[in-house]
């Protein structure tokens, strides 16, 4: 991928939610909701602290997260659908 964020920006791919429930009940296309849970694939630098030292994200790449439902702009890049946000978006790293 060529794009590289800025600051404390994260680009997340949403990892797609289960399309059965767990008694086994096939959930339609129209009744999904937008997955909040992602992939981090690239992460900015960070932001600068009042003294304006850099100070580096707590997320990677590679990283499972889960982040607000309103969270980021979504953007499509090299054909794949992504989403941009700050890491004060994210709420917490899956695993």
Do not use: C, N
Not at 32 to 52: F, L
Not at 67 to 84: A, C, M, N, P
Request: proline fraction near 3%.
């Amino acid at each position: 991928m060529k794009f590289r964020p800025l600051h404390d920006r994260v680009v997340v791919r949403r990892i797609e939610a289960e399309e059965k429930t767990a008694g086994g009940i096939i959930i339609p296309d129209t009744a999904k909701e937008k997955p909040q849970e992602g992939e981090v694939v690239a992460v900015g630098a960070g932001a600068r602290d009042e003294s304006g030292k850099i100070v580096a994200l707590d997320v990677k790449a590679g990283d499972r997260v889960l982040f607000g439902k309103w969270s980021g702009t979504e953007v499509r890049i090299d054909g794949k659908d992504l989403l941009i946000m700050k890491e004060s978006d994210i709420m917490g790293i899956v695993g």
